[in-house]
């Protein structure tokens, strides 16, 4: 009996410790209710795809981009920092040039210690270096949602935009929208 029970014991836990993770690849996404890679990936592709075709056939000048927000106004949570790096990471693949903000103050911090004279001068960081953008990217997910025949009908647009710092104008924008359609988890007993 208790060769039984530890037997019975043993297979149990190790049912348990089977369950892993499993990994998917994220371009076969088949799409839920949330948003999710789907539609992180087709928005990237399409944003990626437009903005690097108006930069080189269009604008045909050396471009500095500095993405700002893309805000959420859906009642969805949205990682939309997410959506903004994939789409920029793709972008710098393409030869795209961006400006980071998130170190300028340090890099200022190190070019005032270099005209210290505490700094070797062959490695201190020159005066007048840094590069301002001549655009900024920015965008909004927006969302309406109905319920029709028992199912909830969600449009969704994303919206991103880039516009030119030196004369305030509109120089880009693309959209991707979806239209999800999904049927609310039923509980039977």
Not at 107 to 128: H, Q, R, Y
Not at 154 to 183: I, N
Request: net charge positive; hydrophobic share 40%.
């Amino acid at each position: 009996m208790k060769k039984a029970c530890s037997l019975l014991i043993a297979c149990a836990l190790t049912g348990f410790a089977c369950g892993g993770t499993q990994y998917r690849d994220a371009s076969k996404d088949k799409g839920s209710m949330e948003w999710g890679p789907r539609e992180i990936k087709t928005t990237v592709d399409k944003m990626v795809n437009s903005l690097h075709a108006y930069l080189k056939n269009e604008w045909n000048q050396p471009a500095l981009i500095r993405v700002q927000r893309i805000k959420n106004d859906t009642a969805e949570h949205i990682d939309t920092k997410m959506l903004a790096d994939e789409t920029v990471n793709n972008l710098i693949k393409m030869r795209i040039q961006f400006i980071d903000d998130a170190y300028t103050r340090e890099a200022i911090s190190e070019i005032e210690k270099g005209m210290t004279g505490l700094v070797d001068p062959e490695s201190a960081i020159p005066v007048g270096n840094l590069k301002s953008p001549n655009f900024f990217l920015y965008g909004t997910i927006n969302e309406n949602v109905r319920y029709v025949g028992g199912k909830k009908i969600q449009y969704l647009v994303v919206t991103v935009a880039m516009k030119e710092l030196k004369t305030g104008l509109l120089k880009w924008q693309e959209r991707q929208e979806f239209l999800k359609a999904t049927s609310p988890d039923r509980v039977s007993f």
